[in-house]
C-alpha cells in the first residue's frame, strides 16, 4: 500500500478554523487528521506541503518509522507548526491501519480499558458577562446531563489582577457553583496569563470552591514558574497543552509542574506520541486530561486515547460549536450521563465530508483569550447547536 496523494482542508468555525489531513492510498483506503492550530494556519499548510514531498509514495501503515523520519528531518525540531501539521498526518496513518485491520484504532494500541470516558464541557457559557449569566448557562449545561464545567472567568486581565477583579473573577466561580450545586466539577481556566504571585493568589482564592484544577495559571514559556504554583498552590493544577515534545513532557514531569497533564494530540506529534506521554506519567502517578476544543477528526483521536489509557481521567469537549460541524463528517459523539461511549468502528470511526468543507473556506480569526470571551469576535447572527446524541 502507497500513499498517493495528501490534501488538506481549512473550515472556518468562528472560533478558529479546523485544519483537516487526508491521506489518500493505491489501495482504496483513506484516512483523516486534524492539526487545527488557531492563528497559524498559512504555516501549517505549508507545512504539510513540506511534508507531502516524504510521504507520497510510501507505506501509511509504518507509523513509527514515518513519524521519527518527518521529525527528524525538520532541523528546528519541535514547535507548534511542525508538530501539529506531523500530528494530523500521524492521525491519519492511524485511521487508515485501523481501516486496513478492521479494527478500532483503540485496538491496535493495547484494546479497551473502559467503554466510555467523563467529559468536561467547554464553551457553554456563550455570551454570558454578569456571574447571574454565567450561573444562568450552567444550570442549563448541567439540565442537559453535563456533570464537569470548564471557563474562563478573568476577563481580559493579564500578568496581574487588581482586587477588584479577583472579585469579580470570585463571584463569578461562586455563582456558578450555587447553581450546580457540590456533585458537578468546576474546572478554571487561567489560559497562560499570571505572574507567580498573581497566580498563587487566584488558587488561594479558588480553594473554597473545591475545583477539579485550576488549569495554565501561568504563561507556559517557563517550567520553573509553573512547578513553583503547583508546589504552592491549595488547588490541583493542569497544564501541558502547548508541550510539544517526549523530551518537553520529561522536563515537565521532572520539575513537578502539574497533578493533571494535558497533551493536545494535534500538536505533541500524534496519537502514539500522547500515548507514549500517558506512559512516561504513570510513574508519578499523574492523571491525563486531553486538551480537546478542536474540531471532529481531533475528538476522534482523543476518544481512541481514551479507550486504551489507564491513566485517562476526563475528556475536554466543545459542548455547542458551529451549526455545520455536522455536515463536516459523520462524527456521531454518543453521551450519556456525563460520558461519551468509546466509539468502535474500525480507524478512527469518522469520514470527512469534502464538500460539506469546501463550503465554509477559511476566514481569519483574533487573538482573544487576553481580550475577553468569545462574544467580542463571533457575528451576532452566528448560531451554535449542541451536537451530541441523546443531548440536544
Not at 509553573?226 to 521532572?254: C, K, M, T
Not at 520539575?255 to 505533541?268: E, I, L, M, T, Y
Not at 489507564?310 to 455536515?327: F, G, K, Q
Request: hydrophobic share 40%; with cysteine.
Amino acid at each position: 500500500m502507497k500513499i498517493t496523494d495528501v490534501k488538506t482542508f481549512v473550515v472556518n468555525a468562528y472560533r478558529t478554523n479546523f485544519l483537516f489531513v487526508k491521506l489518500e492510498t493505491d489501495s482504496g483506503l483513506s484516512g483523516v487528521g486534524e492539526g487545527t492550530l488557531e492563528y497559524k494556519e498559512h504555516a501549517l499548510l505549508g507545512a504539510v506541503e513540506d511534508l507531502k514531498d516524504y510521504l507520497i509514495g510510501q507505506d501509511p501503515r509504518l507509523i513509527e518509522k514515518h513519524t521519527f523520519m518527518m521529525y527528524r528531518e525538520s532541523y528546528w525540531r519541535t514547535g507548534p507548526v511542525l508538530m501539529s501539521a506531523i500530528s494530523a498526518v500521524e492521525m491519519a496513518m492511524w485511521d487508515i491501519l485501523g481501516k486496513y485491520c478492521r479494527m478500532p484504532v483503540h485496538g491496535l494500541l493495547g484494546g479497551a480499558v473502559r467503554d466510555e470516558i467523563k467529559l468536561y464541557a467547554n464553551g457553554w457559557f456563550a455570551g454570558a458577562k454578569t456571574p447571574e449569566e454565567f450561573a444562568a448557562k450552567a444550570g442549563a449545561a448541567v439540565a442537559k446531563g453535563v456533570r464537569a464545567l470548564k471557563w474562563d472567568p478573568f476577563g481580559s486581565a493579564y500578568l496581574t489582577l487588581e482586587r477588584r477583579e479577583l472579585a469579580q473573577a470570585m463571584d463569578c466561580v461562586a455563582a456558578v457553583r450555587q447553581a450546580v450545586g457540590s456533585e458537578v466539577d468546576l474546572l478554571i481556566e487561567g489560559h497562560g496569563r499570571f505572574n507567580v504571585e498573581t497566580a498563587i493568589r487566584v488558587a488561594a482564592a479558588l480553594a473554597p470552591y473545591e475545583p477539579m484544577f485550576f488549569e495554565e495559571p501561568v504563561p507556559p514559556d517557563s517550567l520553573d514558574a509553573l512547578a513553583q504554583v503547583h508546589r504552592r498552590s491549595p488547588v490541583p493544577i493542569a497544564a501541558g497543552e502547548r508541550i510539544y515534545s517526549l523530551n518537553q513532557f520529561h522536563d515537565f514531569l521532572q520539575k513537578g509542574c502539574a497533578d493533571f497533564f494535558q497533551p493536545d494530540v494535534s500538536h505533541s506529534g500524534g496519537i502514539l506520541a500522547v500515548k507514549k506521554m500517558a506512559a512516561m506519567a504513570e510513574p508519578y502517578y499523574i492523571s491525563v486530561a486531553p486538551h480537546n476544543p478542536s474540531g471532529p477528526v481531533a475528538n476522534a483521536a482523543c476518544l481512541q486515547l481514551a479507550g486504551c489509557m489507564t491513566n485517562y481521567s476526563i475528556l475536554e469537549i466543545m459542548l455547542t460549536d458551529v451549526a455545520w460541524r455536522r455536515d463536516l463528517t459523520d462524527e456521531r459523539v454518543e453521551f450519556h450521563d456525563g460520558a461519551i461511549r468509546i466509539p468502535s468502528r474500525p480507524g478512527l470511526g469518522v469520514e470527512l465530508n469534502e464538500a460539506a468543507c469546501s463550503a465554509h473556506p477559511f476566514q481569519p480569526t483574533y487573538l482573544r483569550h487576553y481580550r475577553g470571551t468569545l462574544t467580542d469576535i463571533r457575528p451576532q447572527n452566528a448560531d451554535t447547536v449542541c451536537y451530541f446524541q441523546g443531548m440536544e
